[in-house]
C-alpha cells in the first residue's frame, strides 16, 4: 500500500543547515514533493522532484532522492528563524489518475536564535 | 487571485448539529480534494473530486458527505457533528502539468471544533 513516513520534530541553531528526511512505499510515484507550513496557515508548494531525478537545487533548498531505498530528503542550507515550520513530504498516486497525492506526519522544524 | 477559497475559518458546534464547509477555486483546476490534519497524523483525505460530476471516498469518509458544485465549488458537509471531528479542514485543488506533475493550491483552512 502507500505510506509515507517522516520523523516529527527536528531541531537546528540558526545558520545551520536542517536535513529533513522522508520514506515512501510506492515505487510508482513520478512525483515527490515538499510542502511547508507555517503556523495557522495552509500549505505551500516549496519544491517538487521527478522521479528520474536524484537531486534538484533551488537557492537554499537541495532535494535528494534515492529510489532504490525510496528515501527523499530537504536539506535547507544557511536556516533563518523564518524556515520554522511543518514541512510535509508526499507522493503522487500515478495509478488512481486523479492527481491524488499521500502525505506523510510533516516535520516541526524549530529553528533556534 | 484568490486561489483557493474556503469559509468559514473557525466554527465551533454542538455535537449532533450540522455545517457545510465552503471552497471555492479560481484556477480553472479539475481536481479537488478534502483533507483534515490531525496533531501527528498529518493530512489524512476524507473525499476527492477528480473532475466536475464525480468524487470519491478518500482514506477517511464515514461522518461526511461532500458536493462538487461545479468546476470551482467543492463543499463538505458534516450531517451530524461529534467531538471525533474536531479538525482543521483543507480544501485543495490541482491540474495535471507536463508529464503529470500534480501540484496542490492549498485554501487556508477551516478550524472546527465540536463540544
Known amino acids: 500500500g502507500e505510506d509515507v513516513e517522516q520523523s516529527l520534530f527536528l531541531s537546528v541553531r540558526e545558520g545551520d543547515s536542517s536535513v529533513i528526511n522522508c520514506t515512501y512505499t510506492d515505487s510508482s510515484s513520478t512525483y515527490l514533493y515538499w510542502y511547508k507550513q507555517e503556523p495557522g496557515a495552509g500549505l505551500q508548494l516549496l519544491t517538487y522532484?521527478?522521479?528520474?531525478?536524484d537531486m534538484k537545487q533551488d537557492q537554499r533548498l537541495t532535494v535528494l532522492l534515492n529510489k532504490k531505498d525510496k528515501h527523499l530528503s530537504l536539506r535547507i542550507a544557511d536556516t533563518q528563524t523564518g524556515d520554522s515550520a511543518i514541512y510535509f513530504c508526499?507522493?503522487?498516486?500515478?495509478?488512481?489518475?486523479?492527481?491524488?497525492?499521500?502525505f506523510g506526519q510533516g516535520t516541526t522544524l524549530q529553528v533556534k536564535p | 487571485n484568490a486561489g483557493v477559497t474556503q469559509t468559514p475559518k473557525f466554527q465551533v458546534l454542538k455535537t449532533g448539529q450540522s455545517m457545510t464547509l465552503q471552497c471555492a477555486q479560481d484556477m480553472n483546476h479539475n481536481s479537488m480534494y478534502w483533507y483534515r490534519q490531525d496533531p501527528g497524523m498529518g493530512l489524512r483525505l476524507i473525499y476527492y473530486?477528480?473532475?466536475?460530476?464525480?468524487?470519491d471516498k478518500g482514506e477517511v469518509p464515514n461522518g461526511y458527505n461532500v458536493s462538487r458544485l461545479n468546476k470551482r465549488e467543492f463543499s463538505l458537509r458534516l450531517e451530524s457533528a461529534a467531538p471525533s471531528q474536531t479538525s482543521v479542514y483543507f480544501c485543495a485543488s490541482s491540474e495535471a502539468g507536463r508529464q503529470g506533475h500534480y501540484g496542490y493550491t492549498f485554501g487556508s483552512g477551516t478550524r472546527l471544533t465540536v463540544v
Open positions: 473530486s477528480a473532475s466536475e460530476g464525480t468524487t
Open positions: 508526499a507522493e503522487n498516486s500515478p495509478s488512481s489518475n486523479t492527481g491524488k497525492l499521500i
Open positions: 522532484i521527478f522521479s528520474n531525478m
